[in-house]
Structure formats: C-alpha cells, structure tokens
C-alpha cells in the first residue's frame, strides 16, 4: 500500500498505464479519495486509478523562472 500525500501538495506520483508501462504525474495534488487521485501539471487534470499507483511523495516547490 502506498502513502498518499495530502491535497494541496506538489506531488510526484509513479503509476502504470494499461500497457503495463510506468509514466510519472508531477503537480499539485488537486483530490484523493479511496479510489481516485487527480494531480492537475503540465498534461492538465490527470485522473489515476489508485490500484495503479507504484509510488507517490511529496515534493518542493517548483523552481521559479528566471
């Protein structure tokens, strides 16, 4: 079972595709629930099955432009 952050987080979360391959989302954690995270990056509002998920942390804040 993995850790899921809290909503309102920058997060990073490993998860597999239906292919069986393993893509990233990077972003703000927008919502979880006990079968749902969506993180909203730079792909937009990406919705991931929770029984998908291989890992998933907090991570800092972006770094700002220069």
Known sequence: M???PTPGMRVVVRYRLPTGQATDALGMLVSADET????D?????ERIDVSSIIAAKEVPPAPTPR
């Open 36 to 39: 749902t995270l969506v993180v």
């Open 41 to 45: 990056g730079k792909r937009g509002l």
């Open 2 to 4: 993995v850790a899921i």
